[in-house]
């Protein structure tokens, strides 16, 4: 096959080089102009060593004017990405001065425009688009910034404390910033623009006071509270659990429409994409303001891991995000439901994370090798590198964990490090050996733990059998043994716990030993999901029902239910594969029952219950799937279970629907999806709803149904949310989002009109983010008809953002590349597509990566 496209170098691991130049200050000086902004940028430079290499530097999309050495000009080189100065000065000052055009910046990185402002964003390899400079995180410097800009841009902001500002001539201003703390350039941050500003304060353990602002786009001051409340939140969360204590005068958090991420740690000036900071109970749903809490806390958290220490290279991104993700999740948990945010952790690790070890971007926490590192912003490196934590965490206890924590920062505050260096301090302080635990960090692949048991009536000994292996891709050495904390809980026939235990399980197989036990037991394994692993035990249906009924641990109760639905839905499966009438046993029609009619069960935790796992999710247990048959098989088991207990459902959704309260929101709305499922279909009752509601979690609870349901008043309640809502970015989200989830032939024809929307913008990623990708990710039966129209329209998608916001192409490809469980007619259709994108002329970094590793090339 023929390609138009030069094949990217990868970067390895293994090919780390410190720096051969140090750049311990810079100054930074921004006379911004929409379409020529000038950069002159001031660099201390120092030569790291004994050699006479040149000075290589990166840049791109940079209109150099001038370079001068210690005030004088100088010649210098530019190729392709970079800028090279031959010099055999150990010690100098040089001064670059650029042009660059923010205002056509559709990559989004760098600096770039949103709605009029101007705001950067740097990780990964940003700065770049900025000035000529060492982009890579082991090079820290001390930042003075000077931005001028007209007038009518009232804000002017930079990373650490105000030392300036004051009127030029012709109607400009000026502010200069210093940043007292050494950082990488990927956490530098500018924002300029006019915007409403909610101020507070937070007074630390030591008694400094600490100045707090959000700002926000005009007319959302309102919404900005919840944001502001979540901060001061957080920063006494983390005085209290870990010690840790802000270290500037001012924090600050931007909100901003136009942005790739969900927000950006940039040394007291966070970044935000508005989908977390603008809440109000009118526009936002309970879990908006749950997200919001623990991403405002999340960036809040990393100005210690991940800014005061940072990672040596890319490579060691999980150093601060996998860190940082368990540090947020044990702020959820400590102010919130411990169990709810655990289950949702698990969701992502079990749909998402699972998939990307099975697909063609497997990749370790501590990946080897990368091309763009864009695309390893990932839930392997995100959310199971907090996995692997939580895993040292259960191993070291909270005292030994939280005396490593203290090391690590005694040792390694102010610097670049590795992986292996938080381990280490782990390992240091608690004493305990993780040196075969370090194998979680460099091997890719979701370990497969298989249960056998038996029991002993004579000696009253259970017996466990573990035995765990991770699947082998060709060309990758031999999968060794991991360090797997593996919780057990030992229930009898009558729920009474027995036993509650973590076991070290090391070895490729091992029996542990239970004694004493009078009768044989029931197991509720890997409780909490204590380790990241696949688990394969024969459960029979009265096993989990007992603890679906009885286990300590509500997460286990959640995932018992998890695994009783999921067997009807693959007894089902086999069923139709052998041309047989489906069936559900009337004992998992009574454990939903019991849920629903439970008075102690949690709210929450029984709306958790009563979400039935998704396509994905059981796509996730098997190695191939029948796909048509899966979505038949799902659809008649939930229909099932809510025609058998319609009664009860309608009973109690009527008491909890007059409840003010997150949890009884949640089960009441996780109940309509079943009434409108059910045999009346209830319309009258959606419809009622949406009508009364005065809260988007009810209103969208309403809508959410009638998607589900596919109910006659579906197009109804879509139009007068429209119309209600045309004017609020955000609010509109959510109805593309549920546009793109409906499940019919023509959902294709209804994305191709709502694309000429006046709400949408290819050019924002939310509103992109909001229609495309959550139709490939979340649409499964119509993005995976058999005919390829779902492929096809997504390629043409991916095909349009190629050219604008590579990243963002790259980011909802995902469900392209991971064919590998499906029919042979179906990934045949897929290649096709993919073959299509690889001989696109200018196709990315970004995309090439993903596809050409899809296709094996």
Not at 122 to 150: Q, W
Not at 478 to 483: N, W
Not at 739 to 754: F, M, T
């Amino acid at each position: 096959m023929s390609q138009n496209v030069n094949q990217p170098a990868s970067k390895r691991l293994a090919d780390y080089q410190p720096p051969l130049f140090l750049i311990p200050e810079l100054s930074l000086s921004f006379r911004l102009v929409p379409d020529a902004t000038i950069v002159t940028a001031t660099s201390r430079v120092r030569r790291n060593g004994d050699h006479q290499q040149p000075l290589v530097l990166d840049g791109e999309e940079l209109d150099l004017l001038s370079a001068k050495v210690n005030g004088e000009p100088v010649a210098v080189t530019q190729l392709p990405g970079r800028l090279q100065l031959e010099t055999h000065l150990n010690e100098f000052e040089l001064t670059l001065v650029t042009r660059i055009n923010p205002q056509g910046n559709s990559s989004l990185e760098g600096l770039y425009m949103s709605d009029g402002a101007y705001c950067t964003q740097c990780e990964a390899e940003g700065f770049r688009r900025i000035t000529y400079f060492f982009d890579r995180p082991d090079v820290l410097a001390k930042y003075s910034v000077r931005i001028e800009a007209p007038q009518s841009f009232k804000y002017l902001l930079s990373n650490g404390n105000k030392v300036d500002s004051g009127k030029l001539a012709d109607g400009w201003h000026f502010a200069c910033w210093q940043d007292p703390f050494p950082k990488p350039c990927y956490l530098f941050a500018l924002v300029a623009g006019d915007m409403d500003l909610l101020q507070d304060s937070f007074r630390t353990a030591s008694g400094r006071e600490v100045k707090l602002q959000v700002f926000v786009d005009k007319g959302n001051l309102h919404k900005a509270h919840h944001a502001m409340a979540s901060l001061k939140k957080a920063m006494a969360w983390d005085e209290r659990r870990f010690g840790l204590e802000y270290d500037l005068d001012i924090y600050m958090i931007v909100a901003v429409d136009f942005f790739n991420m969900g927000a950006m740690e940039n040394k007291g000036l966070n970044i935000f994409n508005t989908k977390y900071v603008l809440a109000d109970r009118e526009s936002a749903t309970d879990d908006d303001f749950h997200g919001i809490e623990s991403v405002i806390g999340h960036e809040y958290f990393h100005n210690w891991t991940g800014d005061r220490v940072t990672c040596r290279d890319w490579f060691q991104l999980s150093l601060k995000e996998g860190l940082t993700v368990f540090r947020d999740q044990e702020f959820s948990s400590d102010v919130g439901s411990r169990p709810v945010n655990r289950i949702h952790a698990i969701k992502v690790i079990k749909n998402q994370q699972f998939a990307e070890d099975a697909g063609p971007m497997s990749h370790p926490i501590r990946p080897e090798e990368v091309i763009e590192m864009n695309n390893f912003y990932t839930v392997t490196v995100y959310n199971k590198g907090a996995e692997v934590i939580r895993m040292m965490h259960t191993l070291l206890g909270e005292a030994g964990f939280q005396a490593g924590m203290k090391l690590y920062f005694e040792r390694h505050d102010g610097q670049a490090v590795t992986c292996d260096d938080f381990v280490q301090a782990m390992q240091d302080a608690s004493g305990k050996d993780l040196t075969q635990f370090r194998r979680w960090y460099s091997q890719a692949g979701t370990p497969q733990v298989d249960v056998d048991d038996s029991y002993d009536a004579q000696t009253g000994i259970y017996r466990l059998t573990l035995r765990q292996h991770t699947p082998q891709r060709a060309g990758e050495a031999a999968k060794l043994p991991l360090h797997i904390p593996f919780s057990v809980e030992l229930l009898d026939a009558q729920g009474q716990s027995l036993a509650n235990q973590v076991l070290d399980f090391t070895e490729s197989e091992q029996t542990f030993e239970f004694q004493g036990l009078p009768a044989a037991v029931i197991p509720s394994l890997l409780q909490d999901f204590s380790a990241p692993v696949r688990l394969s035990y024969d459960f029979t249906i009265e096993q989990l029902l007992v603890l679906m009924a009885n286990a300590s641990s509500e997460v286990a109760r959640w995932d018992a239910s998890v695994t009783l639905f999921s067997r009807a839905v693959w007894d089902n499966v086999s069923r139709l594969q052998r041309q047989q009438s489906m069936l559900l046993d009337n004992r998992v029609i009574d454990a939903f029952r019991g849920v629903i009619l439970s008075a102690e069960l949690d709210h929450a935790l029984a709306a958790e219950i009563l979400k039935m796992p998704s396509v994905a999710t059981l796509m996730e247990q098997v190695t191939q799937v029948d796909l048509d048959a899966l979505l038949c098989a799902r659809d008649y088991v939930i229909d099932a279970i809510a025609t058998a207990c319609e009664d009860e459902a309608l009973a109690r959704y009527r008491v909890l629907h007059a409840v003010d309260d997150a949890g009884s929101r949640a089960f009441a709305n996780a109940l309509l999806v079943l009434l409108a499922r059910g045999a009346d279909g209830h319309e009258a009752l959606l419809q009622q709803q949406f009508a009364q509601a005065n809260n988007m979690t009810a209103a969208l609870g309403a809508l959410s149904a009638a998607v589900d349901g596919n109910s006659d008043c579906r197009d109804a309640l879509l139009d007068a949310f429209e119309q209600r809502w045309q004017q609020t970015p955000l609010v509109m989200d959510k109805w593309f989002s549920l546009q793109a989830n409906i499940n019919v032939p023509e959902v294709l024809q209804r994305l191709q009109k709502l694309q000429q929307h006046p709400a949408f913008s290819m050019g924002n990623p939310n509103r992109v983010r909001s229609l495309l990708g959550t139709f490939a990710a979340a649409n499964i039966a119509q993005f995976h008809r058999a005919d390829g129209a779902g492929y096809r329209f997504m390629t043409d998608i991916i095909k349009q953002l190629n050219g604008s916001n590579p990243q963002v192409a790259a980011r909802i490809i995902t469900p392209l590349i991971q064919f590998g469980k499906l029919d042979a007619g179906r990934q045949q259709l897929l290649k096709q597509c993919l073959h299509q994108l690889l001989e696109l002329p200018a196709l990315s970094r970004d995309l090439y990566e993903k596809v050409s590793k899809a296709l094996q090339v």
